[in-house]
């Protein structure tokens, strides 16, 4: 047996993997390194405080520029730690030591792949756990009718937002915890203090039960996508945070729309629907009779848009953002701008003074709305809130196929009104 762990750094190695390093087959780990592109070979029969003493002179200080070096250069990683037996197998040595011989004819060591979590709300870790994946499932298996490679196997870990079903649980021992702490506090001292939540390591980082699980190359990327909410990579899939199939989103935004037709009732003009996203709500404005501007800053998720409403006479697509939209002067003035769940990135709030409208939709989470809008709102000159309206309360449920499961915090609309003076 031939244990392959892909970690980003070497202390990652010991905070999730630790049951595999000591796994009792006693076999040959080889534990990739992706910060260094390197891969660092722990023998066969060497006892637990050897591979730790081993993983432990590769703890580094944290300095800018950590990443996962991609699934191409970890593809090569991979074939040169073993995880293939290509014909040729030509594993080149690292760090001094050879890679595995394959001899034709001759019995082959089963091999397994450990890696992060592509959800673990550590981007740079969740990325890598993804990119090994996708580096795994762009190789050959070992020539079997249906081999598909070796086995790989995603860390739970830490995860603040999700509640994993796990696949494997191994809880750890006396022995083990004692172990990863004693690691934790001679290699990795200075990481306890560390500022950076990426890199620091606190007691949610050393888990006393490691977790792993399966996944399919669709439950990868939206577990991958989900975790992506608040960049770019978001876009990665369709739908990522599942409009078309949940029922708690499906209530939510047909609630939202209910309460934007009856809050415009009577009212010409236009709506701006800022952060349309992929047009979920946007599709509801439209069948209640409202002609629509739906502003996508992410070009992926408006492409997407556009696509849903080409031809559509009642919607338009473009890619300014709410500072964009601040900063237009002149008609058309719209009867509302929307910002329905989209204030959660920072956005200087007092943006709204510039929009050329008299009335404000907006949705949040309630936490969000107490501590980000209300405070706002109380030293505002130019807005008046109208009353609160719960658009859906909090509910937990599943996501990515039920891979996972999360608390849904609730919506709660407030409309606000420019004042006259």
């Not at 556009?306 to 559509?312: E, K, L, M, N, Y």
Request: charged content about 25%; some cysteine.
């Amino acid at each position: 047996m031939i244990d392959i762990v892909v970690v980003l750094r070497a202390e990652d190695a010991v905070l999730d993997f630790l049951s595999v390093l000591t796994d009792d087959h006693g076999g040959e780990t080889r534990v990739i390194l992706g910060d260094r592109a390197e891969i660092l070979t722990l023998p066969a029969g060497t006892d637990t405080a050897e591979r730790l003493a081993l993983l432990s002179s590769h703890v580094r200080p944290v300095t800018d520029g950590i990443a996962a070096p991609g699934p191409e250069v970890l593809a090569g990683l991979l074939s040169r730690a073993g995880a293939w037996h290509d014909g040729h197998n030509g594993h080149g040595d690292h760090d001094g030591q050879e890679g595995p011989d394959a001899h034709d004819g001759q019995s082959r060591e089963t091999v397994r792949v450990w890696t992060h979590s592509p959800a673990d709300n550590r981007r740079s870790r969740g990325r890598l756990g993804r990119d090994t994946a996708l580096a795994h499932a762009g190789r050959p298996g070992d020539g079997d009718a249906g081999d598909g490679g070796p086995e790989l196997r995603h860390a739970v870990g830490y995860s603040p937002y999700l509640q994993f079903l796990s696949d494997l649980d191994r809880p750890m021992t006396r022995r083990l915890i004692g172990a990863k702490l004693d690691f934790v506090n001679g290699s990795c001292g200075h990481l306890l203090a560390e500022r950076d939540p990426d890199f620091v390591v606190q007691t949610p980082r050393v888990p006393a039960a490691e977790r792993f699980f399966d996944a399919d190359p669709v439950e990868r990327e939206r577990l991958y996508a989900l975790l992506a909410s608040l960049d770019d990579e978001a876009a990665s899939v369709v739908d990522p945070w599942e409009f078309g199939s949940s029922p708690y989103e499906e209530q939510r935004l047909d609630a939202t729309a209910a309460w934007v037709r009856e809050g415009r009732a009577g009212v010409e003009g236009p709506l701006v629907e800022v952060g349309a996203c992929e047009g979920a709500l946007t599709r509801r404005l439209a069948a209640a009779g409202f002609t629509v501007r739906a502003t996508e800053p992410n070009s992926t998720f408006r492409d997407r848009l556009a696509t849903a409403f080409a031809g559509s006479e009642a919607v338009t697509v473009d890619g300014a953002d709410l500072a964009e939209l601040a900063k237009e002067d002149g008609p058309p003035r719209a009867a509302a701008h929307l910002l329905i769940e989209m204030l959660y990135y920072g956005q200087d709030l007092d943006l709204l003074d510039g929009l050329a409208t008299d009335h404000v939709f907006v949705a949040l989470e309630p936490e969000a709305l107490v501590s980000r809008l209300r405070p706002w709102l109380e030293r505002s000159t130019v807005w008046r809130a109208d009353e609160e309206t719960v658009l859906v309360p909090p509910r937990l449920e599943t996501v990515c196929a039920g891979r996972a499961y999360l608390s849904k915090r609730g919506s709660v609309g407030l409309l606000l009104r420019r004042t006259a003076g």
